[in-house]
């Protein structure tokens, strides 16, 4: 089945920092890959959607220059949260589906990283 | 507007059957899938309909009617592991096929 590698798994660093989480698709060309954060005992919001050699795609009150999202291949998708603050601490996961997939087949998540701001 | 209801929690014994309801308010999707996530974990595939009607997956199933804006997935012969959130979620026509996810249901599995 599909395979969808994210990294780091967990990052704790001190308010300020810029954080980079990296999402690769390992056996497929993804065509969209798909951002979410999940806060403790909710449920997976959608952050944004990302296109290979295209803008993001940002879902409503997400904060452009805050995550900034960068899809320069077809297996690689980057998650950048800028300037991070302890309320940007969420465990943030990744998705990932093929063209030909998108519309008719689940999509596939990687492990997730959970970020942790002091 | 789009929402999934599901219940918050349920609750059932070892061997049981149970059967977590999705209702939506959505339209212009292509199927309904569920997602299984274990606490600190990753949500993972269950299964999809993209169709009405049944879907067999070993001790899952799962159900979609679109005229009855409903679906549901059912686990049999529960065991303790199946303790987790399960989450339903539509698969929209535009942008590639984002997810928009219900807020989940905590199963906890009983001796």
């Known amino acids: 089945g599909a395979v969808v590698s994210q990294h780091p798994s967990r990052v704790i660093c001190k308010s300020g920092t810029s954080v980079k989480i990296e999402c690769r698709s390992l056996d497929f060309q993804a065509t969209t890959m798909f951002w979410y954060r999940q806060f403790p005992k909710q449920s997976l919001m959608l952050m944004a959607t990302?296109?290979?050699?295209?803008?993001?795609?940002?879902e409503q009150g997400v904060e452009k220059d805050k995550f900034l999202i960068n899809h320069a291949s077809l297996t690689l998708s980057t998650l950048t949260v800028t300037s991070a603050h302890p309320e940007d601490s969420s465990f943030y996961i990744c998705?990932?589906?093929?063209?030909?997939?998108?519309?008719?087949?689940?999509?596939?998540f990687g492990d997730g990283t959970r970020l942790s701001i002091l | 507007g789009q929402s999934l209801e599901q219940p918050s929690e349920v609750t059932a014994v070892e061997g049981a059957i149970v059967q977590i309801n999705c209702t939506y308010q959505t339209s212009g999707f292509y199927g309904l899938s569920w997602y299984q996530q274990h606490d600190g974990g990753a949500p993972t595939f269950l299964s999809y309909?993209?169709?009405?009607g049944l879907e067999e997956t070993g001790r899952f199933s799962s159900f979609l009617s679109r005229s009855d804006s409903y679906g549901y997935l059912l686990l049999q012969e529960l065991q303790m592991k199946d303790s987790a959130s399960y989450f339903c979620a539509v698969i929209h026509y535009n942008q590639g096929g984002k997810l928009i996810f219900g807020q989940g249901t905590e199963l906890s599995v009983k001796p």
């Open positions: 990302s296109n290979e050699g295209s803008k993001a795609t940002y």
């Open positions: 309909n993209a169709l009405d």
């Open positions: 998705s990932a589906s093929s063209f030909r997939a998108a519309h008719n087949q689940p999509q596939h």
